[in-house]
């Protein structure tokens, strides 16, 4: 008898979990047929460079309070093959803390790129982060191919 009221208790529950999502709501990722791009991050040379805040609403042209974003990152940085450079992306202002493309070991000047997830941070924005081997080497592309709202 007891197994049946705790198995009664856990179902009830999972009945309540399960309205709670669907209430709260997990979003499926919005899918562009065209990538949001800025004027800033489109090959643009960067030196080494602090977590600076990027609005994405503003810099980008996506949607407001968005809580994640499918980003592809491509770098090169003409000092990369003696150095340790890298363009980092993070939902916080901590140092060093993200989701990041390295390029140390890479030959100089050759591009590395790759696809990720990013969350963002809760106005729906994110921060990046570089480090360059030098004045202007580093450049980046950056192109947004979904968002969760």
Known sequence: M???VRLTQEIGKLW???RK???TG????????TSLTSTSFDGDSFSTTAKTLIDLSA???APANIKAILVNVVCQD???AA???YFLLSPN???GDGISTILQGVPNDNQRGHAFVCPCDANGDFYYQCVASGASTLDVWVWIWAYWL
């Open 2 to 4: 007891d197994a049946i």
């Open 21 to 23: 999502l669907q209430v």
């Open 78 to 80: 003409s000092g990369s």
């Open 16 to 18: 309540r979990a399960v």
């Open 93 to 95: 202002g901590v140092a």
């Open 26 to 33: 997990f979003q499926r990722p919005t899918w562009l047929t």
């Open 83 to 85: 150095a340790a450079p």
């Open 59 to 61: 810099v980008f042209g």
